[in-house]
């Protein structure tokens, strides 16, 4: 097992990846290990329910690694953490994929329809598009594998996705055609940027940045931001942290410094009383000296709350819109060797003022609800107050 060198803060739907191959080989191989268990112990117990089952259950049996999946994922359910979790090779390759920021794919949705089809949308101007893939377009196979329906669209997608410049041929259907077709489509490097930034108001000097998600290259992207719309006479900014559910510790810390000069970003308690401090980085960046208004809401958690809480502790920024979903826990990510990986809470954040972030969430300064109403108008009232808010700041 490799441990994971970086501390990571997946937000809450993480928790929706529960799957285990823990055990692997070790419990559920061909043949018991001799002398690896006491007679009558749990687990001499859980074999004899394995030879039970495999020799007189009646329908079709789990191969090894679904058996072996299965009795992680009991495993780790057991110790009741929502973020202690295992992910299975699939979903954490996505994983991978997403922190990165960029990998090698076709630029295509998926997703099941009401009858489980795999349905396919294409991104404009994308290979996909280009190879003649639209909209609706049923996936069958790809490179040949068939496309369940017991395949998720994590599995699909790691089936998809490749080295740039590789070919990968999908089977497809079309409502208006009888029988199903082959496209060859060749990957191209897609970038799912983090960060969108524009200027509000040229007049007042309020500018606008949105944080999707803290990855790799979050803070590098932040500071091309910053360096434009500095050049583009801001000195104000709204940042939105709306629906932003973590990411890298490193990355949260990289961008805490990017807006404060000095000072801790958060404090991490561990096991036993351990505390330990985690300061800026000694870099400049012409936004420490800017005014900051943060818009947070129910999806702002984790490494996001990290942010959020330590610049305001600082006395950095406000806080307006709703409160945070209030995830403090840090969890480390130990890759295994099939791919997988096994995420294990070890320590809680703290805000630099000892605030709790875990399942207490973060207040804000200026609370402003959005309706039903104003999504169906296309109206933004958490934007709205705290691009007044920068007007009247002095």
């Known amino acids: 097992m490799i441990r994971a060198v970086r501390s990571f803060s997946f937000g809450f739907s993480a928790a929706l990846l529960l799957a285990g191959v823990f055990l692997g080989g070790y419990l559920l ?48 359910a057991s110790y009741k953490d929502p973020y202690t979790i295992f992910v299975e090779p699939a979903a954490r390759e996505v994983e991978r994929d997403t922190l990165k920021g960029h990998f090698g794919g076709i630029g295509a949705q998926l997703g099941r329809d009401d009858a489980g089809n795999m349905i396919v949308t294409v991104i404009r101007d994308r290979p996909a598009a280009r190879a003649g893939v639209t909209d609706g377009d049923r996936l069958l196979a790809v490179d040949g594998t068939p496309v369940s329906e017991t395949m998720t669209v994590e599995q699909v997608i790691a089936l998809i996705r490749g080295n740039v410049g590789t070919s990968v041929v999908l089977t497809l259907t079309r409502e208006n055609l009888e029988k199903p077709f082959d496209v060859r489509i ?58 932003n559910g973590g990411g890298l510790l490193d990355a949260a810390i990289e961008t805490t410094g990017l807006f404060l000069r000095k000072g801790d970003v958060l404090r991490e308690m561990k096991r036993g009383g351990q505390e330990r401090y985690f300061p800026t980085k000694n870099v400049y960046s012409p936004a420490q000296s800017w005014q900051l208004a943060l818009l947070v809401d129910g999806g702002t958690a984790s490494a996001a709350e990290i942010v959020a809480g330590a610049l305001r502790d600082n006395g950095r920024a406000s806080l307006i819109g709703e409160k945070t979903y209030g995830k403090g826990s840090v969890q480390e990510v130990h890759e295994l060797p099939d791919g997988s990986s096994l995420h294990v809470t070890v320590a809680r954040w703290l805000t630099p003022d000892r605030h709790e972030i875990d399942k207490a969430g973060l207040d804000p300064d200026i609370i402003v609800q959005v309706s039903q109403e104003d999504r169906a108008a296309g109206r933004d009232p958490q934007l709205k107050r705290a691009q007044s808010w920068l007007e009247a700041a002095s």
């Open 29 to 76: 191989g061909k043949e018991k290990p001799r002398g690896e268990t006491a007679p009558g112990s749990t687990l001499d117990l859980l074999w004899q329910v394995q030879g039970l089952l495999q020799a007189g259950f009646l329908g079709d049996i789990p191969d090894e690694k679904t058996q072996a999946y299965s009795a992680i994922h009991g495993l780790v």
């Open 186 to 243: 060749v990957r191209e490097r897609i970038d799912t940027p983090s960060v969108e930034w524009r200027v509000l108001d040229s007049g007042r000097h309020i500018g606008y940045m949105r944080i999707g998600i803290f990855a790799e290259d979050t803070a590098k992207d932040i500071r091309t931001a910053i360096e434009e719309l500095d050049a583009q006479g801001v000195d104000r900014l709204v940042v939105d942290l709306r629906g």
